[in-house]
């Protein structure tokens, strides 16, 4: 089992960017598709980007994040990252990493899909 830690979360104006940052230990990092989940208060936790254990290709994207965010690994360094650019208030939410080997493209978006979360990180995006 991979333990998962996220980093970068914090609070920004709206049209702000911040980098988050998950840290994996224990596991065959490669081995596993990661994605970046957000939960806002009252709200289903909600896949926003996903990508596969090569990362040569990001499987996924929120719609309400096209051309917004950006997700990459490195496998070298257990690390994957997401860059999120011109935030809106929207996007105010706990974000969490997570990590699975049963992804594939028809659950790609269910959290149930993946086994392994790290404990999140806050994003607050105000005026």
């Known amino acids: 089992q991979v333990q998962l830690a996220e980093s970068g979360g914090g609070s920004v104006q709206p049209g702000g960017s911040l980098r988050l940052s998950c840290k994996a230990s224990?596991?065959?990092?490669?081995?596993?598709?990661m994605g970046w989940f957000r939960q806002a208060p009252g709200k289903e936790r909600e896949a926003v980007a996903v990508?596969?254990?090569?990362?040569?290709?990001?499987?996924f994207y929120a719609d309400s994040v096209k051309g917004r965010f950006t997700m990459s690994r490195e496998n070298a360094q257990n690390t994957v990252t997401l860059q999120m650019n011109s935030l809106k208030a929207e996007d105010t939410a706990v974000y969490y990493c997570?990590?699975?080997?049963?992804?594939?493209?028809?659950?790609?978006?269910?959290?149930?899909?993946?086994?392994?979360w790290g404990p999140g990180t806050q994003v607050t995006v105000s005026s």
């Open positions: 224990g596991g065959a990092f490669n081995t596993y598709t």
């Open positions: 997570a990590a699975g080997r049963r992804v594939i493209t028809s659950n790609t978006r269910n959290p149930s899909a993946y086994d392994n």
């Open positions: 990508i596969a254990g090569s990362g040569r290709s990001t499987r």
